[in-house]
């Protein structure tokens, strides 16, 4: 059970934040280069909404979305042991105690019908509790067990043959292997404190004692050995309700068995520390480890369902999330707790920044082409592999995202060789598939300001300023105008939520290659603007279709210019 695991972690190709076309279908793409190497567990995400143009590509390739991925950090949930010894409230000490030998294990959950986890259950608890202190320093012990469960512990009989009683009783156990005197007096102080009805007399072959107990009224006699009373104590017993058990064991042993006839849930307690299955392990480790416990469930987010459990040595090095990073190698721009994850790959086209930090050596595969599709369709070539025609289509959209159909100031010759090939594995014309990704899902014309602003944003940090690129490409301007104030009073409350210097949404029309720029920022930033300023926060761009070769540098221009 230490280190028996239901899954390892996640192997994750993902783009970056807010992600546009090229992000996810590289995503898809390298996701399925990488099973076709027999990484069969590698699964393609993303980190933020489908732009509609993707869904649509989506839909024509037959293909799901990548899942939904917001969130890499390791969590509890992520580091539990999945095969699980439990117990339920309702077994026995002895079911208990049988199931924490055989498997080797100091500390079990206890759960309730529900498989909801109902406390902890420690083997110490269980041998503190087989001993429990004698009411007189003799004989006599408290035992609160159900006669049904005393009988199926001892694989005793009733000798009356009637079903035994499951409701579990307080009962009071007394060993007959005292004389016949002292036992009537016992009984007699029983009876006169008006407890022998609670009593368990237990005894092997003595007459006298099985005689007393019917005499006395007990609630049960319990006789060892394998011996039987009398019939006429039999009878007398049964007439008068009084249960008749015969045990096949020794009276000491009889004893200790009959005290695990008890129920886990009579000793367990709310005081223990559970763990919801996505709560953070950096956010607790702290706690776990200051806690006495030993052993932490693991509990379904919302429900108290058992799930898992992990102790303290889980947290040493808990195993990490796998991620394949597609175009981007900012962490700034990467998915929440990408420091927390383990890096294996980063394939991208974009400049290296300098917040690139990861605890083991990585494949880099950094490119001067114009989108990461291109790269990824490279890597099916130089392998001698083709992608499947879905995974083609998908590719062609990232690739004609990126360049405008081949039109951007970062469009290569590669990049016009591999779409003509992947074009050809998809059965498409490269140019008609443009020309309708293109045309289909106008956010301009369909979305709410904050889509518009968040579908293909990117954050950069330069001089010191934290900086905010969105881009939206569209088949014309016309209806900008109409958006233009709405879109402006969403990037005024980006700024404020994120404390940017400057922030810019990019607006292409992808035909005539011409663009509006909104921005709004400090003023010493926005005056620096190597574009046509036509409003107070709004520029004239024509020509610039490309954030990366063109937009960005735009702004560092301005950045270094307000230096000077």
């Known amino acids: 059970m230490a280190t028996d695991r239901l899954i390892s972690p996640p192997w994750y190709v993902l783009g970056h934040r807010n992600p546009d076309a090229d992000a996810i279908c590289a995503a898809i793409g390298h996701a399925a280069y990488l099973r076709a190497l027999g990484e069969e567990e590698v699964v393609a995400a993303r980190c933020g909404e489908l732009p509609p143009r993707v869904k649509a590509v989506l839909e024509r390739a037959g293909l799901p979305a990548p899942i ?35 498997h080797g294990v100091r500390a079990v959950p206890v759960l309730n019908d529900l498989g909801e986890v ?52 307080d009962l009071v156990m007394m060993v007959g292997a005292s004389s016949q005197e002292t036992i009537r007096r ?38 060892t050995g394998g011996y039987e009373p009398s019939a006429e104590i039999a009878q007398q017993a049964k007439e008068g309700g009084m249960v008749v058990l015969s045990s096949p064991h020794d009276t000491a042993t009889t004893v200790k ?4 006839a008890r129920k886990v849930s009579n000793i367990i307690s709310d005081d223990f520390l559970s763990l919801s299955s996505n709560q953070v392990v950096s956010a607790f480790t702290q706690k776990v480890a200051s806690s006495g416990q030993d052993l932490f469930p693991v509990v379904e987010a919302g429900t108290r369902r058992l799930m898992g459990v992990f102790s303290k040595s889980d947290l040493v090095d808990p195993p990490r999330t796998q991620l394949s990073l597609v175009d981007h190698n900012e962490f700034s721009q990467a998915v929440t707790g990408v420091e927390e994850a383990r890096v294996i790959e980063i394939l991208d086209h974009h400049r290296l920044s300098g917040d690139l930090v990861t605890r083991d050596p990585v494949r880099f595969i950094n490119e001067p082409v114009g989108s990461s599709s291109t790269i990824v369709a490279r890597r099916f070539r130089e392998k001698n592999l083709e992608p499947d025609p879905a995974v083609a289509l998908c590719l062609c959209a990232g690739l004609v995202s990126d360049t405008l159909n081949l039109t951007s100031p970062t469009s290569t010759e590669v990049d016009r060789e591999m779409l003509d090939w992947l074009a050809g594995l998809a059965g498409v014309s490269a140019d ?73 949404i990019l607006v ?9 720029l909104l921005a709004v920022g400090k003023e010493s930033l926005l005056s620096k603007m190597p574009f046509d300023r036509t409003g107070s926060n709004e520029f004239a761009a024509p020509g610039v279709v490309s954030r990366k070769k063109q937009l960005f540098p735009a702004v560092c221009e301005a950045i270094r210019l307000r230096a000077e």
């Not at 045309?439 to 905010?468: C, M, N, P, W, Y």
């Not at 292409?508 to 509006?516: G, Q, Y």
Request: one cysteine or more.
């Open 68 to 102: 939904l991925v917001d969130d890499v950090r390791p969590t509890a949930g992520s580091i539990c042991r999945r095969s699980v010894v439990a117990v339920k409230q309702d077994d026995t000490f002895l079911n208990a105690y049988r199931l924490m030998v055989d």
């Open 118 to 169: 109902r406390g902890l259950l420690h083997f110490l608890d269980l041998l503190q509790l087989l001993l429990p202190a004698a009411t007189d320093g003799t004989d006599v012990k408290l035992l609160h067990a159900s006669l049904e469960n005393i009988g199926a512990t001892l694989g005793a009989s009733a000798l009356s043959g009637a079903q035994l009683p499951p409701a579990e009783e």
């Open 186 to 223: 016992r009984l007699a102080m029983a009876q006169a404190e008006g407890t022998v009805e609670r009593y368990l007399m237990i005894c092997g072959d003595l007459p006298f004692v099985h005689q007393l107990a019917v005499e006395y009224g007990v609630r049960a006699l319990l006789v």
């Open 257 to 260: 068995l009959a005290l695990c």
């Open 432 to 504: 008609e598939f443009a020309e309708s990704f293109f045309s289909s899902g106008s956010l301009l014309s369909h979305a709410d300001a904050q889509s518009i602003v968040g579908t293909d944003r990117k954050e950069f940090r330069e001089e010191g300023l934290l900086l905010s690129l969105s881009q939206v490409e569209e088949t014309s301007l016309k209806g900008l105008q109409e958006r233009k104030e709405e879109l402006l009073e969403e990037l005024r409350g980006l700024r404020h939520e994120h404390r940017y210097d400057f922030c810019a």
């Open 508 to 516: 292409t029309d992808i035909r005539k290659h011409d663009s509006v």
